[in-house]
């Protein structure tokens, strides 16, 4: 395209490709039922090419999608039909680690396990831990606020981010939040978490690191029934305690990751709790008695507590490998991630198992129950006539079910193209046209990942008089 000849200056021929047979490699993320091949696709090794990049695509009015592993589960990182995609993953330096203040600086194509590793000579980590954090980055994760496992005790992406320098989509860099938790200013940090990449492209990285628990104490636990297993995660929480993590995998789910991974979990189980406690020694030995107690009320028909390091890690490699292990069940499948109140978990499992035999459609169901963060895996063969769109229907079904039972449509996976339709039935309409200034007050041109998030067309651009409206604020520093 004779439009991008002055975009191949900023880059050598190896880091730069419009080959149909590489960008078939990037036309879709780990949302595989959406695809959609780019013009092109350049691959920056620092900073300086990201900002020329953008400042480039601005100036010609060119839309891009940011990119680090594509593990994206909402479709956040598809690309766009006439953009490009900037492919973060050589932005992998740990730029520093600081023991004392506890805080690590990245790049955003860092992978996430890598900073726990990068960490742990120090007795830190770093505590976000979605399922696929031996491939995710930090730029994928600050994109769509993810969670993990632990996000029960120790919150999302943006609990753990203190500040970001970032390229907005005006090509303007910009400086957000800083090492410090104390801030008496608008918390612009948390707002770029989870922004869907619709703000900018996030160059440095500070990121909060914890002291590694001392002791940890797992116990997976085996259930005749699936609503149990639901019921049991809000007697946990009302016996007052707080693990780090609580997760349900459901029969099907179970049976895939026997398949790929024997994790020797309870035969016969409609359902397993996986619950972990975690801390010092003397904490620990009074919270296992009262889990004991708790856990002996909820019917359960198996019991099992990790012996040791191996056993845990034995333990969570079943709960880890889910995801990926029902592709041995099913040719395709959906993953939603939406939310309920934890004290109607076990009626929403319920719902969920009767929306399923309706649509004669198989769902496995695995979940950070902690949190009511549902993720029920939907499966189908695109083969059949129809299939992805009766998937579709009972995805609906489901997110409809969160948004009636006071919940949302999303924990943590984002809206992308995916859940963008619903979005207008959680909030009012006051409420949108809000969420599309913010968004056009980084990006007036609507160029940074467009046609994510929100439902249709885009809005209108919006006429920003004078200074940048951020920059009022003296909160964002400008370069």
């Known amino acids: 395209m004779k439009q991008l000849q002055s975009l191949r200056q900023i880059y050598p021929p190896d880091r730069f490709t419009e080959d149909a047979a590489f960008l078939a490699a990037f036309e879709s993320d780990g949302l595989t039922a959406f695809r959609q091949r780019p013009l092109a696709v350049v691959m920056p090794e620092n900073a300086d090419e990201v900002i020329a990049t953008v400042r480039w695509c601005n100036e010609h009015r060119v839309p891009f999608v940011a990119r680090g592993s594509g593990t994206s589960l909402s479709g956040g990182s598809l690309p766009i039909a006439d953009g490009i995609v900037i492919s973060l993953n050589r932005l992998k330096r740990i730029i520093s680690v600081d023991p004392d203040q506890r805080i690590a600086v990245v790049e955003?194509?860092?992978?996430?396990?890598?900073?726990?590793?990068?960490?742990?000579?120090?007795g830190l980590y770093y505590?976000?831990?979605?399922s696929s954090q031996t491939i995710c980055t930090i730029g994928g994760n600050v994109a769509f606020n993810s969670g993990g496992a632990h996000c029960l005790k120790y919150g999302m992406t943006s609990n753990h981010v203190l500040g970001i320098k970032a390229v907005l989509g005006t090509g303007e860099v910009v400086t957000m939040g800083g090492p410090s938790t104390d801030s008496i200013q608008p918390d612009f940090t948390g707002l770029f978490c989870g922004s869907e990449?619709?703000?900018g492209v996030a160059l440095e990285i500070t990121l909060r690191l914890l002291p590694r628990p001392q002791r940890f104490h797992t116990v997976l636990v085996g259930y005749h029934s699936l609503k149990d297993a639901g019921d049991a995660v809000s007697a946990v929480i009302d016996a007052g305690l707080l693990p780090g993590a609580m997760e349900i995998m459901d029969a099907l789910s179970i049976e895939a990751a026997e398949a790929a991974v024997a994790c020797g979990y309870p035969e016969g189980a409609q359902a397993v709790l996986i619950v972990e406690l975690e801390g010092p020694d003397e904490k620990l030995q009074h919270e296992r008695k009262r889990l004991e107690e708790v856990i002996a009320k909820t019917n359960p028909f198996a019991q099992r507590v990790a012996v040791d390091?191996?056993?845990r890690l034995f333990i969570w490699k079943g709960r880890k490998s889910a995801f990926s292990a029902v592709g041995r069940l099913s040719p395709d499948f959906l993953v939603q991630d939406g939310v309920v109140p934890r004290k109607r978990l076990g009626e929403a499992l319920v719902r969920i198992q009767a929306f399923a035999k309706e649509s004669g459609l198989r769902v496995a169901n695995v979940f950070h129950a902690g949190d009511g963060n549902l993720h029920p895996l939907i499966m189908f063969d695109d083969r059949e006539s129809g299939a992805l769109a009766r998937a579709e229907a009972l995805a609906g079904q489901i997110l409809r079910m969160c948004i009636e039972m006071g919940g949302s449509i999303t924990g943590e996976h984002g809206v992308g193209v995916e859940k963008r339709e619903y979005l207008p039935e959680m909030f009012d309409a006051a409420s949108m046209d809000f969420m599309h200034r913010i968004r056009q007050a980084f990006d007036p041109n609507l160029?940074?990942?467009?046609g994510k998030m929100f439902p249709g067309t885009e809005?209108?651009?919006?006429?920003?008089?004078g200074?940048?409206?951020l920059e009022?604020?003296?909160?964002?520093?400008?370069e």
């Open 197 to 199: 990449g619709l703000f």
């Open 309 to 311: 390091e191996a056993d």
């Open 459 to 465: 809005a209108p651009a919006l006429t920003t008089h």
């Open 127 to 130: 505590a976000p831990d979605p």
């Open 108 to 122: 955003p194509g860092v992978i996430n396990l890598d900073v726990s590793a990068a960490a742990a000579p120090h």
């Open 447 to 450: 160029i940074c990942n467009p």
């Open 467 to 469: 200074l940048h409206p």
């Open 472 to 478: 009022k604020s003296g909160v964002i520093s400008r």
